[in-house]
């Protein structure tokens, strides 16, 4: 009784004043969303409190990752799942499931000699036992196999397409198992065949060596001596969700969709890759429920990919064109905060690097450009528009697509030195893909500028796509042919 009255007076002295906006639904505090008062709202501050905790579940999960699979990345899922229901009014929040089967565990042998192997992602488990025969190339083409690897195991080299492609190959011609050989430094922990199966072609248990380890037994059978190998792997069926928050307000069938992905590779805590691209796009969802907006804004922060981009392209894989055509430009954010960075756009337009996105990508790379050069001031770079990151699904699938970053592992020249600081000669990210992505190792200028240009881009659109082409599902169509293309790049090669 005594405490309803206090509350009763309370309410009748402070509530005129203090109630009446707190009543206000909260995204009609600042009207429709301006690129101006939206980058106001950001703060150092908050993506740094953010990153720390993403790197606290990395610190305390076993593997110190955010590895699909591990309780480091589940607890990123959740954290980004919770701080999108606390608007329950601004944003439908979907987690969409995707099950995958993790490799956790393996051992080898080879003429009874144990070889260090870690079980392969997207791999069936299994114990296979059988002559090794080394796959020469690349195991990318049919023609690289022998007609019959009946019972044997395919020793097969990392690179230049999904592995995935290789033991699909090798098992039609009847291998039981394959080994698939690192083509850089370094065992292949966290590997994954980075390709959904194809149920025509199943996969075989698959284990991966290192580089040395590989070459040591080519030698071997080079020099005629037979290798039997056995070869135990364990699979964990597991389920990972894309985390997916869409606004209420705005036009529905006319989407901005911003993304970034919430898994780290097994090296580190990934908080630069691409923690800081997850923040960034949590940030401004945050931001964004002050605002009304005209088209809907869709947000994404995708699993899987490090694993072969598997949340994207499964996400994409289950649009219907219409839903396709909803989605007027793809933006994508990934490695916000690279120490030694510069910054970078997708060439869009194909000025640089020869290779133009679907319609609309030229656009976005224009608004990019338009406002770094003009509204922030300062310089950037392009960067070759190559499917390496979640936007290379929408790629094939004719959506518009466009984003920016900080750089990785490649080393920053002396031009741009002069244009963004820093130190000519070394990595973008020294720490790139190591257990020196931390929080301490992120350049934060870099960070709330990058946030602060994704943030324009969000408002721009949420406004008004009057920037973009039409809508054109024909062409889109046609484009996306030329870019089914896109994993022959350079760098995608070199990535997978
Ligand atoms: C791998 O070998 C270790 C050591 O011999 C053994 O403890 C473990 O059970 C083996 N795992 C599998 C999947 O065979
Ligand atoms: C491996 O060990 C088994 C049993 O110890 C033996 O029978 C077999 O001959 C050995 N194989 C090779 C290739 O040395
Ligand atoms: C493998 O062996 C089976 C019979 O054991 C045969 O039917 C099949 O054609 C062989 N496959 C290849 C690719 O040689
Ligand atoms: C650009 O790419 C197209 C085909 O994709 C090719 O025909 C053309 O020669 C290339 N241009 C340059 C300058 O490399
Ligand atoms: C842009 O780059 C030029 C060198 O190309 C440099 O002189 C200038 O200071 C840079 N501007 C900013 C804002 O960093
Ligand atoms: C759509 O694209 C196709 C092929 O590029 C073109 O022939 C057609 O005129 C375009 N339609 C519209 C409405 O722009
Ligand atoms: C744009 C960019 O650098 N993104 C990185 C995010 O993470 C993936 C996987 O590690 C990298 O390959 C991308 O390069």
């Known amino acids: 009784m005594a405490i309803w009255n206090s509350i009763a007076i309370f309410a009748t002295v402070a509530g005129a004043f203090v109630d009446a906006a707190a009543l206000q639904p909260r995204h009609d505090h600042y009207g429709l969303v301006e690129s101006g008062k939206l980058r106001g709202l950001l703060t150092t501050e908050a993506l740094r409190e953010k990153a720390e905790i993403l790197q606290d579940f990395a610190y305390s999960s076993p593997g110190k990752n955010r590895l699909i699979g591990s309780q480091g990345h589940q607890d990123t899922i959740d954290y980004i799942h919770d701080q999108m229901t606390a608007f329950p009014d601004y944003y439908t929040i979907e987690l969409q499931p995707l099950d995958l089967a993790l490799g956790v565990e393996a051992n080898l042998t080879a003429n009874n000699r144990t ?12 114990h296979v036992s059988g002559p090794l025969v080394s796959i020469p190339n690349l195991g990318c083409e049919a023609a690289d196999f022998p007609e019959s690897l009946n019972g044997s195991i395919a020793l097969i080299f990392r690179g230049t397409c999904e592995s995935g492609i290789k033991v699909g190959l090798a098992a039609s011609r009847g291998a039981i198992g394959v080994l698939i050989y690192n083509n850089v430094d370094g065992n292949l922990e966290g590997y994954s065949l980075q390709k959904f199966e194809d149920p025509e072609a199943p996969y075989v248990p698959t284990g991966g060596i290192s580089q040395s380890a590989g070459e040591a037994l080519v030698a071997q059978l080079e020099a005629g001596t037979e290798v039997i190998v056995d070869l135990t792997t364990v699979a964990e069926a597991s389920t990972s969700y894309n985390v997916i928050a869409q606004t209420k307000a705005g036009d529905q069938d006319n989407v901005i969709h911003i993304g970034g992905h919430s898994d780290s590779v097994a090296a580190g805590p990934g908080i630069n890759d691409n923690g800081s691209g997850t923040i960034s796009i949590l940030e401004i969802a945050i931001q964004l429920t002050k605002f009304t907006v005209k088209n809907a804004v869709r947000f994404s922060w995708w699993t899987a990919e490090e694993e072969g981009l598997l949340g994207a392209t499964y996400y994409v894989s289950q649009l219907s064109q219409s839903e396709k055509d909803k989605i007027r430009l793809f933006l994508d954010f990934d490695m916000m905060a690279s120490p030694n960075y510069a910054f970078q756009i997708y060439d869009g337009d194909g000025s640089a690097f020869n290779l133009t996105g679907p319609p609309g990508s030229a656009e976005a790379e224009a608004e990019f450009t338009h406002y770094f050069s003009n509204i922030a001031g300062l310089n950037h770079t ?7 990151s979640d936007y290379g699904p929408f790629l094939e699938a004719g959506i518009a697509a466009g984003g920016i970053a900080g750089g990785a592992e490649g080393i920053k020249t002396e031009e741009e030195q002069a244009m963004f600081g820093g130190a000519a000669g070394i990595p973008y990210d020294v720490n790139y ?22 943030a324009h881009m969000t408002a721009t659109y949420a406004r008004s796509f009057e920037s973009l082409p039409p809508r054109n599902t024909t062409s889109a169509r046609k484009r996306s042919a030329r870019f089914a293309n896109f994993r022959k790049t350079k760098r995608y090669q070199k990535w997978v």
Not at 115 to 126: K, R
Not at 382 to 388: A, L, N, P
Request: hydrophobic share 35%.
């Open 115 to 126: 070889v260090e192997v870690y079980a392969v992602t997207l791999a069936p488990g299994g």
């Open 382 to 388: 392009e960067i070759e528009f190559d499917g390496r």
């Open 433 to 454: 893909h190591q257990d020196g992505d931390t929080t301490n190792n992120l350049n934060y200028e870099c960070w709330i500028e990058m946030t602060r240009a994704i």
